[in-house]
Nanobody
Framework: QVQLVESGGGLVQAGGSLRLSCAAS????????MSWYRQAPGKERELVAFITATGGSTNYADSVKGRFTISRDNAKSTVYLQMNSLKPEDTAVYYCYLEGGIGAPDYWGQGTQVTVSS
């Protein structure tokens, strides 16, 4: 079965860095685009970053452009989110997301908490 397991969250001071990882299993990882989303308390879940199956193209929310970098290692079936220059407003639960495609289900990881103190 499909599993997405995030790790790397934690508490960091403003200006600091964290790297999130999402280890995938149960499907052919290299065939699928992957995304990171986040959800802050009282807010809707929002797309943070997207990467194509080959890693050749990426896209970012305006709020994180220039600070966050999404990447993937298809040999390890893992997608990463490098977060630099963190701000208190980046505090949220971060989720790994797999869009299954037409007629297929989508999958979410369990989430990892990122807290940025001022």
């Amino acid at each position: 079965q499909v599993q997405l397991v995030e790790s790397g969250g934690g508490l960091v001071q403003a200006g600091g860095s964290l790297r999130l990882s999402c280890a995938a299993s149960g499907f052919t990882f290299s065939n699928y685009h992957m995304s990171w989303y986040r959800q802050a308390p009282g807010k809707e879940r929002e797309l943070v970053a997207f990467i194509t199956a080959t890693g050749g193209s990426t896209n970012y929310a305006d709020s994180v452009k220039g600070r966050f970098t999404i990447s993937r290692d298809n040999a390890k079936s893992t997608v990463y989110l490098q977060m630099n220059s963190l701000k208190p407003e980046d505090t949220a639960v971060y989720y790994c997301y797999l869009e299954g495609g037409i007629g297929a289900p989508d999958y979410w990881g369990q989430g990892t908490q990122v807290t940025v103190s001022s």
